[in-house]
Structure formats: structure tokens, C-alpha cells
């Protein structure tokens, strides 16, 4: 009888450790799918938020285009303005004191009006560099006016 419950002890050790065993395997199959599954998680959710920056990016530029798009033709309207205004005072004049006056090329007002409606809207301008930029915006409009001035004298002059 003694070998037969050596031998049972025996099968019972050897069940013991082959149940170990399995529970040891079934615990690291259930951590290493665990880490798996934790993974594949972080990895979608990164592939979500990259595909979500890469619409809100879209997304922004689409709408810096349109605001950009406005702000020229705002400035198209702006000069159209100055143009109206410009010859209203050029008609007043003319009829007042008898002669005809000259108003500057309607393409220089719309010209500077689209220039300052870009400087305008530049968010990362700081209040110096806008009063620069419109400064030189003023500055080339002088020199369109003075240019367009030029090229009528000699359009005149070349005339009979």
C-alpha cells in the first residue's frame, strides 16, 4: 500500500504542478493579450488623432483661403471706393474751376486696396510693422500714381 500512495502523491504532485502550469500559461495568455489589445488601442487612437489634425489642417487652410479670399475682394471694393470717390471729387472740381482734372488708373486703387486688406488681415503683424507695410503701400501707390501721370504726358504729347 505504501507504493500505491507513493505513487498517488506522486500523480497528485504531478497534477499539482501540470494545473501551475496551465494556470501560469492562462495567466501570461491573458496578460500578453492584454498588452496586445492595449496597444492596438494606443495605436488607433494615435491614428485617429493624427487623421483628425490632418482635417482640422485642412480644414484651416480651407478657411485662411476664404478669409483670404474675402479680405481681396474687400479690397476690390475698397478701391472701388476710393476710384468712385476720387472721381466724384475729380467732377466737382472740374466743374468748379473749368478744367479737367486726372484721376489715377482704376487698377492702382483696386491695387492698394487689396495691399491693405492683406495687411490688414496678417494676424502675426505687430502694430509697427502694419504702420510700416501701409506706409509702403502709400509709398507705391505714389509711385503708381506718379507713373500713370508720366505714361498720360506722354501719351499727350506723342498726340497731333
Same mark, same amino acid.
Given at each position: 500500500?505504501?507504493?500505491?500512495?507513493?505513487?498517488?502523491?506522486?500523480?497528485?504532485?504531478?497534477?499539482?504542478?501540470?494545473?501551475?502550469?496551465?494556470?501560469?500559461?492562462?495567466?501570461?495568455?491573458?496578460?500578453?493579450?492584454?498588452?496586445?489589445s492595449a496597444r492596438t488601442a494606443r495605436i488607433e487612437e494615435q491614428r485617429h488623432l493624427r487623421e483628425l489634425d490632418f482635417r482640422d489642417k485642412q480644414q484651416r487652410q480651407e478657411l485662411e483661403l476664404r478669409d483670404r479670399q474675402q479680405f481681396?475682394?474687400?479690397?476690390?471694393?475698397?478701391?472701388?471706393?476710393?476710384?468712385?470717390?476720387?472721381?466724384?471729387?475729380?467732377?466737382?472740381?472740374?466743374?468748379?474751376?473749368?478744367?479737367?482734372?486726372?484721376?489715377?488708373?482704376?487698377?492702382?486703387?483696386?491695387?492698394?486696396?487689396?495691399?491693405?486688406?492683406?495687411?490688414?488681415? @496678417?494676424?502675426?503683424?505687430?502694430?509697427?510693422?502694419? #504702420? +510700416? /507695410?501701409? =506706409?509702403?503701400?502709400? @509709398?507705391?501707390?505714389?509711385?503708381?500714381?506718379?507713373? #500713370? +501721370? /508720366?505714361? =498720360?504726358?506722354?501719351?499727350?504729347?506723342?498726340?497731333?
Open positions: 500500500m505504501s507504493n500505491e500512495i507513493v505513487a498517488a502523491i506522486i500523480a497528485g504532485i504531478f497534477a499539482l504542478i501540470v494545473g501551475i502550469i496551465g494556470v501560469g500559461g492562462i495567466i501570461i495568455g491573458v496578460i500578453g493579450s492584454l498588452f496586445i481681396r475682394e474687400l479690397g476690390i471694393r475698397v478701391g472701388l471706393a476710393n476710384f468712385e470717390q476720387c472721381m466724384a471729387l475729380a467732377k466737382s472740381a472740374a466743374n468748379r474751376f473749368h478744367e479737367p482734372f486726372r484721376v489715377p488708373p482704376l487698377t492702382g486703387f483696386i491695387i492698394q486696396g487689396i495691399k491693405q486688406m492683406e495687411i490688414v488681415s @496678417d494676424p502675426h503683424l505687430s502694430a509697427e510693422e502694419m #504702420a +510700416r /507695410k501701409i =506706409a509702403e503701400c502709400e @509709398d507705391f501707390a505714389r509711385t503708381f500714381i506718379l507713373a #500713370a +501721370r /508720366k505714361k =498720360a504726358d506722354n501719351a499727350s504729347q506723342s498726340q497731333p
